[in-house]
């Protein structure tokens, strides 16, 4: 009898271990499931962005004084320089493809004509996105986001998007795929002037940091910020100006400041006074030279 009971306790041992295996499995899987984040802070995920010693960059759509904004012309030089975050900006083609570009119509950075938003991927790729800016750089496509990443993963830089617009949970649930199919969640930030994108975007893809783009630095707005659990806001420089509590406030709730868009030294100089931790630029060359001697 002893010893059936020795062989039954052995014959045991493995469905006992496959049973701990798979429970352990499961933890795993909960642990690591993107969308059970939704219980966390991003702030305790990504951190604020804030610096503490000097001020970031911020490409503004690309490398904007070298090469036409939001092309991969763009991105290849503002890549190359010496910035924290390459800016651009996606809408969604008829069909729901994102893709990058500044306005909501194609008049001004191509030679087509009309909406984006009322053409397809298809038809949006005979468009001519170079020539605009000099003839070095026609035949340049608008570029999909799908494109972009493909650029940016290989390096260390790291990409601010502009979700322009209002956008469905389904159209950021699908945008934030091809982000996390990428391992980017480290080094893409989510931004938007529409609060309903913002929070589907918390909802939906909480492993990523957000920033909340305003036109307003009310108290609303710092509340809101906190609310959402936002790492940055983003405002125009002479906003800022205009509230210079907003950016200690902001910080003292864990929360960074990013100006828009600054192209001299005088900007440069007011949005440092100011305490702005991150400054977009058309220039980032520039910029990264004036950092550099601000530092030495």
């Not at 763009?74 to 890549?79: E, H, M, P, V």
């Not at 298809?122 to 000099?134: I, K, M, P, R, V």
């Not at 930030?189 to 990523?208: C, D, G, I, N, Q």
Request: proline share 4%; charged share 25%.
């Amino acid at each position: 009898m002893a010893h059936d009971r020795h062989r039954l306790s052995r014959a045991l041992l493995p469905t006992a271990s496959l049973a701990w295996v798979f429970a352990s499995l499961l933890v795993v899987l909960i642990v690591f499931d993107p969308k059970a984040a939704s219980a966390a802070n991003p702030l305790q995920l990504h951190g604020a962005l804030v610096r503490e010693h000097d001020v970031g960059i911020v490409a503004h759509r690309g490398a904007a004084t070298l090469a036409p904004e939001n092309t991969l012309a763009s991105f290849r030089l503002a890549l190359e320089q010496e910035v924290e975050f390459v800016e651009t900006d996606v809408h969604l083609t008829a069909d729901g493809v994102p893709v990058l570009m500044h306005d909501p119509d194609v008049d001004r950075t191509t030679n087509g004509h009309g909406p984006l938003a009322r053409l397809t991927l298809a038809q949006l790729q005979t468009l001519d996105a170079g020539s605009w800016f000099s003839a070095d750089f026609a035949g340049e496509p608008v570029p999909t986001l799908e494109d972009f990443l493909d650029l940016l993963t290989p390096t260390a830089t790291r990409a601010f998007l502009e979700l322009k617009g209002d956008w469905s949970p389904d159209r950021v649930d699908a945008a934030v795929e091809q982000l996390r199919a990428r391992n980017l969640a480290n080094r893409v930030v989510l931004a938007s002037f529409e609060r309903r994108t913002l929070e589907s975007v918390r909802e939906l893809a909480p492993e990523f940091a957000t920033i909340l783009l305003t036109r307003t630095l009310d108290r609303d707005t710092i509340r809101y910020a906190t609310t959402i659990q936002a790492s940055a806001v983003c405002a125009r420089d002479t906003l800022i100006a205009e509230h210079p509590a907003a950016v200690r406030e902001l910080k003292a709730a864990g929360i960074g400041t990013i100006a828009y868009t600054l192209n001299s030294e005088r900007q440069w100089a007011r949005a440092e006074k100011l305490g702005v931790h991150f400054f977009v630029t058309d220039d980032a060359a520039a910029l990264s030279e004036w950092r550099d001697q601000r530092s030495a």
